[in-house]
């Protein structure tokens, strides 16, 4: 059993659709969570940063972590076809700043 | 505007030969990484780096070896490549310590086929 497991999808929906992507983990050690947005053929870079639990918003994307259930999700609200990219799920325990555990990644299309 | 730099965007290479996928980055990191992404495997560490001429091995290792000279420079070595290596190879470099501001940064990645 993978350590991170995430929907690879592929996922698509319309314009103006709220999104939903998820992780589950299954090392309790995990404290840092991660969102990151892969565009196609290119590097991933950070999108969402939290720490344990809790939300956390930044315009119109919102990071849920819940460590009693060992779930993350990241919601993306009024979708715009420029959202369309791979969302990679990432977290690292407190004691490891060098190593992040990937989800496999969600493939997401946002259609005009 | 920071940068990570793979030396190549794309590279094919025959079965057997010895590869060298190198990676620079300018923001003073002291760790680098070496992954590699697969369709439904998501990204997996090959090697890290926490200092110049310091390595330690990811979750996949075999068939790879690493050299780091420079603090800026991480070159991943492949000593035989196989067709089992064929793959996206992504190079990233942060700062060590806890917090936000030790997030990864990204090249742009290799795609490595072997033939």
């Known amino acids: 059993q993978k350590e991170v497991e995430q929907d690879p999808g592929p996922l698509s929906v319309p314009e103006g659709a709220i999104v939903s992507l998820n992780c589950t983990y299954s090392?309790?050690?995990?404290?840092?969570f991660m969102w990151y947005r892969q565009y196609s053929r290119k590097g991933p870079e950070l999108l969402m940063y939290?720490?344990?639990?809790g939300n956390k918003e930044d315009g119109r994307f919102t990071a849920q972590v819940d460590k009693s259930s060992k779930y993350i999700s990241l919601f993306i609200r009024d979708s715009q076809p420029s959202d369309s990219a791979t969302y990679l799920c990432?977290?690292?325990?407190?004691?490891?700043?060098?190593?992040?555990?990937f989800g496999s990644g969600t493939q997401l299309t946002v259609l005009p | 505007d920071v940068k990570v730099t793979q030396s190549s965007r794309y590279l094919v290479k025959r079965t057997g030969e010895k590869v060298f996928l190198e990676c620079v980055q300018d923001?003073?990191?002291?760790?680098m990484f070496w992954y590699r992404q697969d369709p439904g495997l998501g990204l997996r560490l090959i090697y890290f780096?926490?200092?110049?001429?310091?390595?330690e091995k990811g979750d996949i290792p075999e068939g790879y070896s690493v050299s780091r000279e420079k603090k800026e420079r991480f070159s991943l070595i492949l000593e035989s490549a196989s067709t089992n290596q064929t793959s996206m190879y992504l190079c990233?470099?942060?700062?060590?310590?806890?917090?936000?501001?030790?997030?990864?940064?990204f090249g742009q990645g290799t795609r490595l086929t072997v033939v």
């Open positions: 923001m003073d990191h002291e760790n």
């Open positions: 990233a470099s942060s700062k060590p310590g806890q917090g936000v501001n030790t997030e990864a940064f």
């Open positions: 780096s926490y200092d110049v001429k310091m390595k």
């Open positions: 090392n309790s050690a995990f404290q840092y």
């Open positions: 939290t720490y344990s639990s």
């Open positions: 990432a977290m690292r325990t407190l004691g490891s700043a060098r190593q992040l555990t």
